[in-house]
Each structure stands twice: as C-alpha cells, then as structure tokens.
C-alpha cells in the first residue's frame, strides 16, 4: 500500500507519516518508487532490523570546518541511536560537494552492509544530482535519510566559487581566475544579496 493509505489506516496524519519517512523514523519499512509514491510494507519486520543499517556521511568543505565536521557526526550518531538502527559505517571527509571523486562516499556508498546512508542535509552528499544517487540506492532495496531538508549557505557560495574559478581558467588563465571569479560573486551579492544568489533559500547553520 502506499504511505497515505497506510498513515490513514493507523490515524496518522499524511504528513506527518511522510516526515517520519524522510527522517527514517517510519516504524514500517517503505521504499520511494518515484516523486510522489512511497510504498510501505507494513507485514514486513520492524524495529532496528527495518530501521536498517545506517552508514553515516558528514561533509565540509574546508579544514578550517574540521569543528563542524564533528557536530556533524555527534548529530548523526544521536539520530541513530534514537532510530534503533544499527551504524555499521561512519565516514566523515573534507572536500567540495562539487567533486564528485571524493573517496570516503564512495567507500560508503560501494559499502554492501549499508541499508540506509544518513546525512544531515542532502548537499552534503554532494551539491548536484543526489535525486540520482536516491534513485540508484532504492533500485537496491537501500535509502536515502536526510535529517534536516534546508540548505547551508556558506558552504554554497564556495562551492559557486569553484565553478566560476573553472570557467574563469578556461576564458583567462590559471592566474587571474579565481581572482574573477571571487569579484563575481561578491558583486551579485552586493547587488542583490546573499539569500539570491543562493535561491533564497534559507541558512542551515553556516557551515558545509
């Protein structure tokens, strides 16, 4: 049956059942089957066996983070603990979620004992195309638990930073590139503000 079905059939709020869902924290197993369905298995077993095998991803992006990065993983760990699941992996890395060659999630990700990989926010995983690597993770019976559904600030304008200094290298050289790309973004956001050049979108706590 589906989530609504079933949130109905336990006088559960639709969505509430979703966020408990998105959070990992559904006391039945269910899997996404595509943007707008989620199915549940409500004969199949509970408790920390559906909670599954939780692989724990925290991300920064630069060293000068490195007291973020273990906020970050405290807070997973505490989610998993209060989930039921069982943490069979933890990898915590410093790089851009730009780079898609970051080695520790991809050793998560290839990690067969892992049944559901837990981030804080999605970009942490990566800043471009996570709705793939959901996907691909479902394909296999896995899933994807973001804890928190914002996006973080800081951690995106450097990110854009990184791409402007790749296209500024291609038009005007390695030396001055980053140099523009820098002026770039400090003039859009001078002139219209952090908040639009991020999409408006709102400030998770300022770090990557």
């Known amino acids: 049956m589906n989530l609504t079905e079933w949130a ?19 006391p039945v197993p269910a899997v996404r089957v595509n943007e707008r369905t989620v199915l549940v298995s409500p004969d199949a077993p509970t408790g920390s066996a559906a909670a599954g095998a939780f692989g ?17 993983v405290a807070r997973l760990t505490s989610w998993a603990a209060e989930a039921g699941g069982t943490v069979v992996r933890v990898e915590a890395e410093v790089g851009s979620g730009m780079n898609g060659s970051r080695a520790k999630v991809r050793r998560l990700l290839a990690d067969p004992k892992v049944t559901a990989v ?3 926010h999605r970009d942490r995983l990566g800043r471009m195309n996570t709705e793939l690597v959901e996907a691909a993770l479902s394909a296999h019976g896995r899933r994807l638990v973001v804890l928190d559904d914002g996006e973080v600030t800081d951690d995106l304008v450097r990110d854009m930073v990184e ?19 820098l002026k770039a973004v400090g003039c859009a956001q001078r002139d219209v503000g952090p908040q639009a050049v991020v999409g408006g979108r709102g400030n998770d706590g300022g770090h990557e």
């Not at 109905?8 to 559904?26: C, D, I, K, N």
């Not at 724990?56 to 970050?72: F, W």
């Open 118 to 120: 837990v981030v804080e």
């Open 56 to 72: 724990l991803y925290a991300r920064v992006s630069s060293h000068d983070q490195k007291s973020d990065l273990d906020r970050q």
């Open 163 to 181: 791409v402007l200094t790749s296209f500024c290298a291609r038009l005007y050289g390695r030396r001055s590139a980053r140099n523009r790309a």
């Open 8 to 26: 109905r059939a336990q006088g559960v709020h639709p969505q509430t059942a979703y966020r408990w869902f998105r959070e990992g924290m559904l």
